[in-house]
């Protein structure tokens, strides 16, 4: 099963959207991609081998492992769905099998009350008590939104695992990796 990420989007937060954007899996696989060109090893209960055997070893994944699921039994029904959906149900892959659902929020409630409901139900989750005493309660996307803002700023950080195979994929495709960096 492959990660099967899912994302929602709700209007109406101070003019910008709550996203909530995840992959049904402990980890999304570009994770277990860095771990591997950095020679890490994973946190335990983020991939099984290929005889379904826990492991710690990104390679592992790569040799016919697999992700496991988040929420166990709740992740893996969400993966089953979104396989069933993509897949059988939409038919042959030309490049990804997606699914939109949009609903327009004025067809329930005018967006004043969306908005007035909205921003009250935020509130209440931002001014909750955080598990780390020293940490604040994030929504959904926001941890994204802060660092997506520090790259702009301030470049995006890579590290030389990571780098090196850039390089070394630009070199595979016959690009002078040296001319650019």
């Known amino acids: 099963m492959s990660t099967n990420p899912y994302t929602f989007s709700m209007p109406g937060l101070k003019n ?23 020679d890490d090893q994973l946190p335990p209960g983020i991939i099984i081998d290929k005889n379904g055997n826990p492991s710690t070893n990104p390679n592992d994944f790569y040799d016919g492992g697999a992700l496991l ?21 939409l038919g042959k892959t030309l490049e990804y099998n997606w699914l939109f659902i949009l609903l327009r929020v004025d067809s329930f409630r005018s967006m004043t009350e969306y908005e007035k409901a909205a921003s ?3 509130n209440e989750v931002r001014n909750s008590k955080p598990i780390d ?7 959904p996307g926001e941890k994204e939104t802060t660092s997506s803002k520090h790259a702009e700023t301030n470049g995006i950080q890579i590290s ?3 780098f ?8 595979d495709v016959g ?3 040296d001319d650019y960096f």
Do not use: T
Request: aromatic residues 4%; negative net charge; glycine residues 12%.
């Open 16 to 38: 910008d959207p709550l996203v909530c954007d995840f992959a049904i899996s402990n980890w999304p696989a570009g994770k277990v991609a860095v771990a591997r060109a950095n």
């Open 69 to 89: 699921p988040a929420a166990g039994p709740k992740g893996s029904g969400m993966g089953i769905i979104a396989e069933l959906v993509g897949d059988a149900m």
């Open 120 to 122: 009250n139900f935020v």
């Open 133 to 139: 005493e020293n940490g604040k309660v994030l929504l």
């Open 160 to 162: 030389q695992g990571v």
């Open 164 to 171: 090196d195979s850039i390089k070394e994929a630009a070199n």
């Open 175 to 177: 690009i002078s990796a």
